[in-house]
Structure formats: C-alpha cells, structure tokens
C-alpha cells in the first residue's frame, strides 16, 4: 500500500536557524497534507497541498509539493521557540490519511 | 469550529481488561478515525468508518474492534487489554476538503 517517509526523525536547532522536514513516496500522491503537533497536544492542520509544484506560505513556514508529485517539504525560517512540536505529512484518496513518523523538532533559545 | 471530543485524557487499564474510548464530533461528519501513536512510528490508523455502522480496517486493526451505532460517536474497544497497547489513541473526523479534526487523545497505560 502507499507509504510515506518522512525525514529527519528528530532535528535540533537554535533558535534563528532553519528547519526543513522532506516527506517522500514511491508512488504519485493526489495531495498532502501537513500538522503540526505541539509537546503534549494533538495533531493540528496546518495546510493542503493538490497540485504539482504548489508552493504555499504562512509566514515564516514554505510549503512544497513536487512536480511528480512524489514528496513534499516543510521549511520554516528563523526558528522560535514556539516552533517546537512534532510536524507530520499525510496524504490519502479517499478521505482515509496515512501519515509518515514525524519530525520532532526542539528549538534551543 | 468542529470539536472532537475524546472522553478520557489518561486511563490505566489492566492486563484482560475490556476498555472502551469514546470519540464524540459535533459536526455531522461521516468519516471519522482511530489512529495510535507511538515514538518513532508516528500515526498508525487502527480503524475508520464511513458511515454509521460501517467499519473499515486500517493498518493495525488486532486486538481491536470499533462501534459505530450514531454518526457523532465512534468507540474504540479493546477486547481484552495487553501491554503492548500501552499508547496515545487519537480520533479524528474528516471536515469539508478531507482535512482532520484530531481529538485531544487518550494516553492509555495498561499494567
């Protein structure tokens, strides 16, 4: 079945650094999605991604989707410390998400 | 804005025990989902449903069983409870443009 990889695993930074998270997949995905899971709390939408090349912007956060269509990242400029959190991709067809393991990024002041 | 709600925020268990989660939305949305959480495997779907009564297994489904009887709710039963299903349970339902509503989780130790 699909399966999405999401890399690094853990990342640390200091604060005022750059952080990016790659999701990848063997196989075409029709969107993706991204959440972000704050230290104790759940998972929260973040943004949508549909179309080849799409890039999309909040803030300090850059969201990319592929030309194929086969991965995706998360950039955020200039780290604070209320970046920390556990952010996750997921994609999915018919309304049922798979996720890849997250990225749990710590941010040190 | 959707609410889901997840009845338990923590719960100890014990080994054999049958243990129910309740998940309750208030949006009147179909689709809604069990997903554990673990360090290092992030979001694993345990069962979904589409409608009421209807269930679908996800990745993960042994040693679980789900209930769908109204459309708000949707429970999570674990039959008879074991250790290594110590975890973060997370309900999620599906809004307008497929993007999830997560719960605010049940952090379920079993001993």
């Known amino acids: 079945g699909q399966q999405v990889m999401q890399i690094p695993q853990y990342q640390h930074v200091q604060e005022g650094e750059d952080f990016t998270t790659y999701c990848n997949s063997s196989t075409t995905l029709s969107n993706i999605q991204w959440y972000k899971q704050r230290p104790g709390g759940h998972p929260v939408f973040l943004i949508q991604?549909?179309?080849?090349?799409e890039v999309k912007k909040q803030k300090r956060l850059t969201f990319q989707f592929g030309e194929a269509k086969k991965n995706s990242s998360l950039h955020i400029t200039a780290t604070q410390t209320t970046d920390v959190g556990t952010y996750f991709c997921?994609?999915?067809?018919?309304?049922?998400?798979?996720f890849g393991q997250g990225t749990t990024l710590q941010v040190k002041p | 804005d959707v609410k889901v709600t997840q009845s338990s925020r923590y719960l100890v268990k014990r080994t054999g025990e049958k243990v129910f989660l309740e998940c309750v939305q208030d949006m009147d949305h179909e689709n809604m989902f069990w997903y554990r959480q673990d360090p290092g495997l992030g979001l694993r779907l345990i069962y979904f449903s589409y409608d009421v009564k209807m269930k679908e297994k996800g990745d993960i489904p042994e040693g679980y069983s789900v209930s769908r009887e109204k459309k708000e709710r949707f429970s999570l039963i674990l039959e008879s409870a074991s250790t290594n299903q110590t975890s973060m349970y997370l309900c999620?339902?599906?809004?307008?443009?497929?993007?999830?509503?997560f719960g605010s989780g049940t952090r379920l130790t079993v001993v």
């Open positions: 999620a339902s599906i809004r307008a443009g497929g993007t999830y509503t």
């Open positions: 991604l549909v179309k080849s090349g």
């Open positions: 997921g994609s999915g067809n018919t309304g049922k998400l798979i």
